[in-house]
T-cell receptor, first 110, second 117 residues
Framework: AQSVTQLDSQVPVFEEAPVELRCNYS??????LFWYVQYPNQGLQLLLK??????LVKGINGFEAEFNKSQTSFHLRKPSVHISDTAEYFC????????FGTGTRLTIIP | GAGVSQTPSNKVTEKGKYVELRCDPI?????LYWYRQSLGQGPEFLIY????????DSGLPNDRFFAVRPEGSVSTLKIQRTERGDSAVYLC???????????????FGEGSRLTVL
């Protein structure tokens, strides 16, 4: 079965500093990978996804992620965070049926 | 409406009672999904529909849980004989269709928070 692991439950970052949120996947077959964001009091929203092709994927709000097959990782990055990036971030894998990680709460420190 | 709408937003019930949670997907979206999110966890798949039929209900935890989508639009998640362990946020999502290149592009509602006392 496909699964993802998010080792960091909380990540505090100073405003305008870079951030990396880690995600590792486990799958023996071709893998689709996703990052979703949940802002306070809002529904989950797709940030970006990897299906195939270029391993560097760019998403909304300045986020990007890199698919690394040798390390089975799909880490999310942003070069400079803003207060508005405060949210919970979920890595996910799957096809029609997504399996989500436990989430990483990103807190931006002014 | 513009997004996925879920009602009620909050539901408090007593152990053993019957509960219905409603989801109104984005107009034109053929696929509809139900997930459950417990405190401190990521969303957990329950069931998804393509049109009126349940394409995959493998995530429903037991036979107390049932979902319908009779006309291919609105869906209702039904929970019989509720238990305290059913307390969670129930999320509904819809997508335009299934399969690449739109795979995984789900639009989520804000969820229905169920508390079983």
């Amino acid at each position: 079965a496909q699964s993802v692991t998010q080792l960091d439950s909380q990540v505090p970052v100073f405003e305008e500093a870079p951030v990396e949120l880690r995600c590792n996947y486990s799958s023996s077959v071709s893998v689709y990978l996703f990052w979703y964001v949940q802002y306070p009091n809002q529904g989950l929203q797709l940030l970006l996804k990897y299906l195939s092709g270029s391993t560097l994927v760019k998403g909304i709000n300045g986020f990007e992620a890199e698919f690394n097959k040798s390390q089975t990782s799909f880490h999310l990055r942003k070069p400079s965070v803003h207060i508005s990036d405060t949210a919970e971030y979920f890595c996910a894998t799957g096809n029609e049926k997504l399996t989500f990680g436990t989430g990483t709460r990103l807190t931006i420190i002014p | 409406g513009a997004g996925v709408s879920q009602t009620p937003s909050n539901k408090v019930t007593e152990k053993g009672k019957y509960v219905e949670l409603r989801c109104d997907p984005i107009s034109g979206h053929t696929a509809l999904y139900w997930y459950r999110q417990s405190l401190g966890q990521g969303p957990e798949f329950l069931i998804y529909f393509q049109g009126t039929g349940a394409a995959d209900d493998s995530g429903l935890p037991n036979d107390r849980f049932f979902a319908v989508r009779p006309e291919g639009s609105v869906s209702t998640l039904k929970i019989q004989r509720t238990e305290r362990g059913d307390s969670a946020v129930y999320l509904c999502a819809s997508s335009l269709t299934l399969g690449a290149p739109l795979v995984g592009e789900l639009f989520f509602g804000e969820g229905s928070r169920l508390t079983v006392l």
